[in-house]
């Protein structure tokens, strides 16, 4: 518990931690190039699991409540790729009580019958036997809920994610992925990574450009997002580095003190 105390109150002493970012306009020449460029059959499917909203315990002041998506790419060569799992599927049916009790506190936390992402799926016709990777920007739990579905998966995380995200004091769910064989669970190595566009290192995971590795940190240690290029023009997904947008208009950076 005490990890706990000490996370609540380093956020009660919580202030705006203000870095400029880069001009976003330096990455529109990318952006049409790899417009351009897209992968024909690329698709996002894009669900909903639920929502939750932050405690003003971390963030100082009521936040709003802010969806828990999950995602479904269509790789016309590779197959179903999932980024991001979203809550899991007792959220629904059980409500908070099935959540850490940490998790409860720090987080509200809302979902319904059906809405996990397993169920989309089937809805959706997509077959979660059938998921092929499995992407994970960050190991909180509204990340990971659905993730022992996917049993015929690669895992794909970030460097350091698995060792980092044991503790369910910090909203972590690591019985999630436990059972992720150690031969299917990869973890980006950036060391290998090339610039793109205003991006300091990506990695091109099917040596396509369909799909960029993005470094991320801040929110977590060794987060990722994803730059997918889609015929309709790029998308970022990117986990919690950007929890709400006036954090995003106003340069703050860090809101949730578990960075290491
Ligand atoms: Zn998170």
């Not at 790899?34 to 024909?40: I, K, R, V």
């Not at 709003?64 to 799992?85: M, N, Q, Y």
């Not at 091109?204 to 290029?229: E, K, M, P, Q």
């Amino acid at each position: 518990m005490c990890c706990a105390l000490a996370v609540v109150c380093v956020a009660g002493c919580y202030r705006p931690n203000v870095v400029a970012g880069p001009v976003i306009s330096e990455g529109a020449g990318a952006a049409a190039h790899m417009q351009a460029a897209a992968l024909q059959g690329l698709r996002l499917h894009v669900f909903n699991t639920g929502m939750n909203r932050v405690s003003p315990l971390l963030v100082g002041s009521p936040a709003p409540w802010r969806s828990a998506p999950a995602f479904v790419i269509e790789h016309p060569v590779r197959g179903l790729i999932v980024f991001d799992c979203g809550l899991a599927e007792e959220v629904g049916r059980e409500g908070e009580a099935s959540l850490h009790p940490v998790t409860r506190l720090l987080f509200k936390t809302r979902s319904l019958p059906g809405k996990d992402l397993v169920s989309q799926m089937r809805a959706a016709g997509l077959d979660p036997g059938d998921v092929a990777y499995v992407i994970l920007s960050h190991m909180h739990f509204d990340h990971v809920g659905a993730a022992p579905a996917f049993t015929n998966a690669s895992f794909i995380a970030g460097p350091g994610a698995r060792a980092n995200s044991v503790s369910r004091m910090n909203g972590f769910d690591p019985e999630r992925i436990a059972w992720v064989d150690a031969d299917a669970w990869h973890e980006a190595d950036f060391s290998r990574g090339e610039p793109f566009a205003t991006f300091d290192s990506t990695l091109d995971v099917f040596s396509d450009g369909s799909l960029r590795l993005i470094r991320g940190g801040g929110h977590t240690a060794g987060g990722i997002a994803v730059l997918l290029n889609l015929p309709a023009g790029p998308v970022l997904l990117a986990g919690d580095l950007v929890v709400h947008f006036d954090w995003l208009r106003s340069d703050d950076v860090q809101r949730i003190v578990l960075d290491a």
